[in-house]
C-alpha cells in the first residue's frame, strides 16, 4: 500500500450532508472514478478507502459515506465519532441542503473531534443554471468557521480528487495516537456518544 | 400461588438477606418519594435511576418499569429496584413485586454484567456470589456508566481481564482469574436451591434420539430447557416459575447454547453416525483449523473457531431441498369453490418451500401480507378490491387538491414529495439497470466481473415494466408512496419504502392494490422506519442473540472486535435484502418471509445463516467494524438464495424457542404491540 520511507497516515473520513446532495456521487467518482446518474439513496452507511500520496506521505482514506435522510440523524455520531476528517455536502442547486449543512458543521463543532478537517463540498457544481447557493455565499460561511471550501462534481469529476488531496495536506502530520480503527463504541472513557446514539 | 412465591423465595439466602436489608432501607411503596427523610437513619441516596425495566417474558404488555436506585447506609452500599405502582401492565401487582429487588448489598454481589448494544437498550445483569442471577435490568433512559461510576465510588470494582463488559465486585484476590460471565449464570440459576451437579455435561439426556423432522422444532425447545437435568420439584410452582423466569431471564444462557448443540450433536451422532468428534463436554475448545468448505477461497490467516453447530451437517440434516414453485393446477387445490383457502396453513408451509409461481403472485401476495383474508371468497375479495380502490383515490385526492400555492407554504409536503421523486427515479433505475445486468447473467456473460451493486432484479418482463422517461409505473411509484405518506403522515417517506414498494407494484401491476398491499406491509415493517429507528434497534438486538446463541465463537468475535451492534446488517434488515439479492430472488425470499412458517422471524435467521457461511472468511481475516461493514455491502449479488434459505430454515429449527426468546416482543415484522399511538408524532418527520 504504501512505498517505504514515506510516512504512512490512516485517516477516517465521513461524509455527512442533506439526502441527494452528492455524498455516494462524490465517493465513488474518488474511489472508483465512476459516476451514476441516479445513484440509489444509501440505506445504513457504506464503507469505502482509497490511498493518496501527498508530498511527505501517503495518506489512506477510509471514508464512510452515510445515508442523509433526517430520520437516520441519530445514527451519525456512530461514523464521526472518531474522523480525523469530514466533507460536509451540499447540492448547489439547493437551498436547503446548505442549511442542512450549517447544521452538520454546528453539530461536528460541537460534538466531533476538535482537531477534525473539515471541507464544505458545494456539489453538482455542473449544473450552474440551476445554481441556488452561490460560491462567495458558502466561501465566507466556511471561512467563518474554519471549514475549507470547494464546487465539485461528481458528474465531470472536478474538484473532486482536489478537495480529498487538500484534506490529505491538513491533516496533522503528527497523529497524537492511532485512530481506533472502526468503531470503538462502547469503552470509551468520557463518553458523550453513547448517549446520543440511541436508548431513548 | 402468587403468595407462595414471594414467600418461597425468602428461604433462599440472598432473598432473605435482601429482605433483612430491604426492612432497613425502604419499602416498595415508598417508590414515589425518595426524600431522605423517609430513610433510616444514615442512610444516603447515591444513585436513583427511572425507566428501568425488567423483562419477565417476550410480551411488551408484560414489561415492569421501575425505579433503580443504590444506597450507602454505613460502609454498606445497597441495590434497590422497586416497580412502579399501578402500571398499565398484563402482570398483577403481585406478579410485579415478585421481581422486586430490596436492598442487595454489594459485599454479596459477585458481579455486574454490562450490556451496551449502540443499538438497543442498555442492560445490567448482576450476579450474586451464590450464583443467583438477577433479571437483566433495561435502562431505557441510559445511564448504566452512570450507575458503574457510582459504584466504583463506593465498591471495589475491577474490569474482568477477559471481558471488559464485567465488573468485578469484592473480587480481592484475583482479579484476573475469574470472570463471571453468562457461562455461570446456568448454574447460578441451577443453584438456586436445585442439584447442579446433574448438569450440563450428563451424557445420556433422555432425549437423544434424532430429530429428523422439521415439525419437532417446539420438542427440541422445550427438551432443551431441561434436558439432562432433574426438573424442579413438582409440588412448588412457584420456585418452578422463578427458575424458568431466570432461565428466561439470563437470556441466552451457556446452558441454553450448550443443551442446543449438545442435542444436536446428539442427534448427529445418534442418528446419523456422521459426526467424528463426540464432544460431549459443555466447554469444549477445540481451536484446530477446519478446512475451508465455504466457496470462497480467501486466503485464511488466522485459526477460526469451529462453529459449534458443526453447521454444514446441520443443514444437510435439516435444511430441506426447496421445491418448485406452487403453480397454478397445485394452487387450485388449496382453494374450495368460491375461492377460500381451505388450509391457510398448508399453503403457508407449501410456499415457505417453494414459493409462487409468478403469475399467481398477485392473488397470493394480497393473502400472505393479509390484505385480503385467507377464508375470503373470490366474491369477498372484489368487493374488497372496488372499496379500497376508491378509498385510496380519496386519500390519493388529498395530496392531489394541493395547489401550487397552497404547496409554497407546506414546507413538509413539498420537502416529502421532492424526496420520493428523488428516490424513485432512482430505484427505478437501479432496478432496470440490475435487469440490464440479469440479463446478461442470462447470456452467461460471467457474473462476478460485474460490480455488485448493479447486479439485481431480472425477468425480461420487469425490464420493460419501469424503462423509459416516461415511464407510467415510476410515476405510478410516486403517486402510492406520497399517498402512503398521507396515509401514514406521522410515518411518513423514509428512504427505503421506495425498495419496498418497488416489486409490490410490479407484482401487483395495480394501483390501488399495490397501495394496500404496501399498507398491510407496513404494518409489519413501518417501526424499521420510525424516527428513533425502535423496529431497527429491536431487531438488531435479537440478531446479536441470536449469533449469541446459534454461533458463540462468532459472537465472542465480534464483542472483542466492537461489532456487536450488529450495524453492517442494518440493510439487510431494513429493506428485507431487496438490495442483496436479485430481483427474481428477492420475491421468492419475501413470500417465504411471509409465510411466517416456522417463524415470524425468519429473516433473522437469515442473516445468522449468511454470518455463518462467510464466518470463516470474517474471523480468519480478522475483519474489523469496517472491513466487515464493507465485506456485507458488497456480498450483494453474490448469495445464493437457496443455501442461505435451508441454512436458516435448520438454524431457526435448531433454535427452537430459545431462539424466539432471543427476540424481543414486538420486534419487526411482528405485529406492534402497542396500537394506541404507533409513529409518535416528530417535528422534523419528513
Not at chain 1, 452561490?134 to 482536489?162: C, I, P, R, W
Not at chain 1, 487538500?166 to 470509551?188: T, W, Y
Request: aromatic fraction near 10%; include cysteine; proline fraction near 5%.
Amino acid at each position: 500500500m504504501a512505498t517505504s520511507g514515506n510516512k504512512n497516515i490512516n485517516a477516517k473520513l465521513v461524509l455527512l450532508g442533506d439526502v441527494g446532495a452528492g455524498k455516494s456521487s462524490l465517493v465513488l467518482r474518488f474511489v472508483k472514478g465512476q459516476f451514476v446518474e441516479f445513484q440509489e439513496s444509501t440505506i445504513g452507511a457504506a464503507f469505502f478507502s482509497q490511498t493518496l500520496a501527498v508530498n511527505d506521505a501517503t495518506v489512506k482514506f477510509e471514508i464512510w459515506d452515510t445515508a442523509g435522510q433526517e430520520r437516520y440523524h441519530s445514527l451519525a455520531p456512530m461514523y464521526y465519532r472518531g474522523a480525523a476528517a469530514a466533507i460536509i455536502v451540499y447540492d448547489m442547486t439547493n437551498l436547503a441542503s446548505f442549511e442542512r449543512a450549517k447544521k452538520w458543521v454546528q453539530e461536528l463543532q460541537a460534538q466531533g473531534n476538535p482537531n477534525m478537517v473539515m471541507a464544505l463540498a458545494g456539489n453538482k457544481a455542473d449544473l450552474l443554471d440551476a445554481r441556488k447557493v452561490t460560491a462567495e455565499e458558502a466561501q465566507t460561511y466556511a471561512q467563518e468557521h474554519g471549514l475549507f471550501f470547494m464546487e465539485t462534481s461528481a458528474k465531470t469529476a472536478a474538484n473532486v480528487n482536489d478537495i480529498f488531496y487538500e484534506i490529505a495536506k491538513r491533516l496533522p502530520r503528527a497523529q497524537p495516537a492511532p485512530n481506533p480503527s472502526g468503531m470503538v463504541l462502547m469503552d470509551r472513557p468520557a463518553e458523550r456518544t453513547a448517549a446520543a446514539s440511541c436508548c431513548s | 400461588m402468587h403468595e407462595t412465591e414471594l414467600h418461597d423465595l425468602s428461604d433462599d439466602a440472598d432473598y432473605a438477606a435482601s429482605q433483612r436489608q430491604g426492612s432497613v432501607s425502604m419499602q416498595r411503596s415508598d417508590s414515589a418519594k425518595t426524600s431522605s427523610s423517609a430513610e433510616p437513619e444514615g442512610a444516603e441516596l447515591v444513585y436513583v435511576k427511572d425507566n428501568v425495566t425488567i423483562h419477565p417474558s417476550q410480551f411488551a404488555a408484560e414489561r415492569i418499569g421501575g425505579r433503580l436506585m443504590l444506597i450507602k447506609q454505613g460502609a454498606c452500599l445497597l441495590l434497590t429496584w422497586i416497580p412502579y405502582k399501578g402500571q398499565h401492565s398484563k402482570l398483577s401487582e403481585k406478579d410485579r413485586n415478585l421481581y422486586t429487588i430490596r436492598g442487595v448489598s454489594f459485599s454479596d454481589v459477585r458481579s455486574i454484567r454490562r450490556h451496551t448494544p449502540t443499538l438497543g437498550w442498555q442492560y445490567i445483569i448482576v450476579v450474586m456470589s451464590t450464583g443467583l442471577a438477577y433479571p437483566p435490568l433495561y435502562f431505557y433512559s441510559g445511564g448504566v456508566k452512570e450507575f458503574l461510576a457510582t459504584i466504583k465510588q463506593h465498591v471495589f470494582i475491577v474490569r474482568s481481564a477477559d471481558d471488559a463488559n464485567i465488573f468485578l465486585v469484592n473480587d480481592f484476590q484475583n482479579p484476573l482469574q475469574r470472570t463471571l460471565s453468562s457461562l455461570e449464570l446456568p448454574r447460578a440459576v441451577v443453584a438456586n436451591g436445585l442439584s447442579a451437579s446433574t448438569s450440563i455435561s450428563d451424557p445420556h439426556p433422555a432425549e437423544n434420539q434424532p430429530i429428523d423432522d422439521g415439525s419437532v422444532s417446539g420438542e427440541v425447545a422445550s427438551l432443551s430447557l431441561y434436558n439432562g437435568r432433574p426438573r424442579p420439584k413438582v409440588h412448588d410452582p412457584a420456585r418452578d416459575l422463578s427458575i424458568q423466569v431466570l432461565e428466561k431471564f439470563s437470556l441466552v444462557t451457556r446452558f441454553a447454547r450448550e443443551t442446543t448443540s449438545q442435542l444436536l450433536r446428539e442427534s448427529l451422532n445418534n442418528g446419523y453416525g456422521a459426526n467424528e468428534r463426540r464432544d460431549h463436554s459443555p466447554h469444549y475448545h477445540d481451536y484446530s483449523y477446519k478446512p475451508s468448505t465455504d466457496p470462497e477461497k480467501a486466503p485464511v490467516e488466522v485459526p477460526v473457531v469451529p462453529d459449534p453447530l458443526e453447521f454444514d451437517k446441520l443443514s444437510m440434516v435439516w435444511g430441506k431441498p426447496r421445491q418448485s414453485p406452487l403453480g397454478s393446477g397445485e394452487w387450485a387445490t388449496f382453494l374450495d369453490s368460491e375461492g377460500r383457502v381451505i388450509d391457510s396453513k398448508a399453503l403457508k408451509k407449501r410456499i415457505f418451500y417453494g414459493g409462487v409461481e409468478h403469475r399467481l403472485r398477485r392473488e397470493v401476495w394480497a393473502l400472505l401480507l393479509g390484505y385480503h383474508a385467507f377464508d375470503s371468497t373470490y366474491a369477498e375479495r372484489e368487493y374488497l378490491r372496488s372499496m379500497k380502490k376508491l378509498e385510496y383515490e380519496t386519500i390519493k385526492h388529498q395530496w392531489q387538491s394541493i395547489s401550487a400555492e397552497q404547496a409554497k407554504r407546506f414546507t413538509k409536503f413539498r420537502e416529502r414529495k421532492g424526496l420520493i421523486d428523488k428516490d424513485v427515479v432512482s430505484e427505478v433505475w437501479r432496478d432496470f439497470s440490475s435487469i440490464v445486468a440479469a440479463l446478461l447473467v442470462k447470456f452467461d456473460v460471467f457474473l462476478t466481473f460485474y460490480p455488485s451493486s448493479i447486479l439485481k432484479v431480472r425477468t425480461d418482463r420487469s425490464l420493460s415494466f419501469y424503462e423509459g422517461d416516461d415511464n407510467p409505473n415510476v410515476n405510478l411509484l410516486r403517486d402510492i408512496l406520497l399517498t402512503y405518506s398521507f396515509y401514514n403522515f406521522d410515518l411518513g417517506y423514509c428512504q427505503g419504502m421506495s425498495d419496498l414498494l418497488s416489486p409490490i407494484l410490479y407484482v401487483m401491476e395495480d394501483e390501488s392494490e399495490s397501495f394496500w398491499c404496501f399498507v398491510a406491509l407496513m404494518e409489519r415493517l413501518g417501526p424499521n422506519f420510525n424516527r428513533d429507528q425502535n423496529g431497527m434497534h429491536s431487531q438488531l438486538f435479537a440478531l446479536s442473540k441470536l449469533v449469541e446463541l446459534l454461533d458463540l465463537p462468532l459472537h465472542n468475535y465480534f464483542k472483542q472486535n466492537d461489532c456487536l451492534n450488529y450495524f453492517f446488517c442494518f440493510r439487510w434488515l431494513l429493506i428485507q435484502f431487496k438490495r442483496e439479492f436479485e430481483y427474481e430472488k428477492v420475491m421468492s425470499l419475501w413470500e417465504v418471509f411471509w409465510t411466517h412458517h416456522l417463524s415470524e422471524h425468519l429473516h433473522l435467521y437469515v442473516c445468522v445463516s449468511i454470518l455463518k457461511r462467510y464466518r470463516k472468511k470474517i474471523m480468519g481475516e480478522q475483519m474489523d467494524f469496517d472491513t466487515l461493514l464493507k465485506f456485507i455491502n458488497e456480498l450483494s449479488g453474490l448469495i445464493d438464495l437457496n443455501t442461505i434459505l435451508r441454512d436458516a430454515e435448520a438454524l431457526c429449527i435448531c433454535a427452537g424457542e430459545n431462539g424466539a426468546a432471543c427476540i424481543p416482543p414486538g420486534t419487526p415484522p411482528s405485529l406492534p404491540i402497542e396500537s394506541s399511538l404507533l409513529y409518535p408524532q416528530q417535528d422534523d418527520v419528513l
